[in-house]
């Protein structure tokens, strides 16, 4: 079984000559960043990533979390492994200074979080989950409230959860039903049950902050009428010193396909009397303030499929450079070769590696705009930012998580009967990915968001101005000159031209006939991926060109870029085109049967 190696020569890559590190660099509180001091965060973070967590993995899925006598504990070596990633300061990478933080640009934040989600996705859930409620927190927190958890959430001595989903809810929060009791002294007593909720209970901190949503005695129906509320497993004084047990209490671990080792709980609150919580924020915009949350934790969730897309490659590339069975097609008579030698198998490694690659690559961009839209100190320049970030999550979230399967299962393929043997490990990383497409909102849910709030809502704006950028990386595909880059142009020429095609269609539609746009949404997010994922690779084999030309760098590594970009302009980018034609024309094949016709 192969083990995780942290692939830091092209994260660093994507991060200079696509994501911009040095403009990064340059932002307010960010002056201290050099090219040194993210290699030696890339490189410490790689040791533990391969060293500490990489290898529980395996062990973590065989054991999985337990529940006993109402406590929920964590598989062998959970417990010291979070132990020392705090003592670390890794849960504090990106967090405010002034709390204990670090205050690192999401740019390195993203490519460290790819790490942790590689080498052990079970365990990363914990942190990103109180990375989710640190940031609700910071923001519409009270001065209070903040005093007593975040300091110890950034530390890592504490962590967060956030509970949204009911039994009768789903992903429907407006049928959210737990209430919330306002107490003559200003708490409220929490009552009602939520399920799905990682890391909901554990072993590993002394105390867990949940961030609830309920309702008040008289809050409006429907999702406005939701509040927000911090609710502690124990209940402390203003100082952190721990307390009584609150009526927060765990009365059931799921049963998963995969992440076996990530606590997924059912809770109840107020069993016993009531669980103590306290608001946050203003009445009746709890969802308001849980999309806080939710926003970093879809990003986080894209950053998922991606680094599960890694795991899978390594795994597999591994396999068959390894695995001897049969003879390399046109040597008559040659020795037995090992299966990386077969086309099939090396298309199947390529399509893994190029869109792996696309993937990372789009994803770190978007972490540099986030950066922009936080901190760059014009505000047209951080709106413009702010737009692309909003319009671009739930592509990183649907496309990269949609992917990880194909990717993963793929992974499978390449190992052959092995593949689905549970020893060979392959079938841990298609098991683990198929969550993430749920996760945070289905596919679906992403893909109605961008047709709707995202593009629809003004007009396709925003999409059109990224369009213009890409047709800016046609155009210098076409200067490049030689025979790759002219391959390269013309398929993210056809695919940018799909895109703006099916962009046009659903602003002209989405009004009219809204179920017609809506039969084509995951189909035009799985277009805008693929086109987004083609314009930067095409970005970059153009750095690694002008590297190679400028005579700087690896030249095996550049040249490898350049095929693997020409890869994806032939096998996925080529996708484009059939894909506009469903978004644009698959409607009437969807809607016309009555339910009876099923």
Known sequence: ?????????????????????????????????????????????????????????????????????????????????????????????????????????KLVSTAVMEMWKASNMAFSLCPMLTTGAIEALMLRGTDEQKALYLTRMVSGEWTGTMNLTEPQAGSDLAAVRARAE???????????QKIFITYGDHDMTENIVHLVLARLPDAPEGVKGISLFVVPKFLTDAT???GERNDVHCVSIEHKL??????????????????????????????????????????????????????????????AKDRIQGTELGVRGGPKVSIIHHPDVRRMLMSMKSQTEAMRALAYVVGAATDAAHRHPDESVRERNRAFVDLMIPVVKGWCTE????????GVQVHGGMG????????????????????????????????????????????????????????????????????MRTSLQDGVDALAGAVDYIAETYGADIKAASVGAVPFLKLFGIVAGGWQMARAALAAKRMLDAGEGDPAFLAAKIVTARFYADHVLSQASGLRYTVVNGARGALELTEEQF
């Open 240 to 242: 952190g010193k721990i």
């Open 182 to 192: 306002p107490q003559p002294d200003g708490s409220y007593k929490i009552f009602g």
């Open 420 to 487: 689905f043997i549970e020893e060979t490990g392959a079938a841990q990383h298609l098991r683990d990915a198929r969550i993430t497409t749920i996760y945070e909102g289905t596919t679906a849910i992403q893909a109605n968001d961008l047709i709707g709030r995202k593009l629809a809502r003004e007009g396709g704006a925003t999409a059109k101005t990224v369009i213009a950028e890409m047709r800016t990386v046609v155009a210098q595909l076409e200067d490049a000159g030689d025979e790759a880059f002219m391959a």
């Open 403 to 410: 992917n990880s399967i194909e990717i993963a299962s793929t």
């Open 1 to 105: 079984m192969s083990t995780y190696t942290a692939p830091i020569r092209d994260m660093q890559f994507v991060m200079r000559e696509l994501a911009g590190l040095d403009e990064v660099a340059r932002l307010p509180g960010c002056e201290e960043i050099s090219e040194d001091l993210v290699d030696a965060i890339l490189d410490e973070a790689g040791k533990f990533a391969n060293g500490v967590l990489a290898p529980l993995n395996r062990t973590g899925d065989q054991q999985g979390a337990r529940w006993e006598g109402g406590e929920v504990y964590t598989p062998e070596g959970w417990k010291g492994a979070y132990k020392q990633f705090a003592d670390a300061g890794w849960t504090a990478l990106a967090c405010d200074p002034e709390y204990g933080g670090q205050g690192l640009p």
């Open 258 to 319: 995969g992440i076996h080792a990530s606590p997924t709980c059912v809770l109840a609150f107020g069993d016993h009397g009531g669980a103590i919580g306290h608001l946050i924020g203003e009445a009746n915009r709890g969802l308001e303030y849980m999309f806080i949350m939710m926003n970093e934790a879809r990003f986080a969730v894209g950053m998922e499929g991606l680094a599960l897309s890694e795991r899978a490659y390594q795994h597999a590339l591994a396999y």
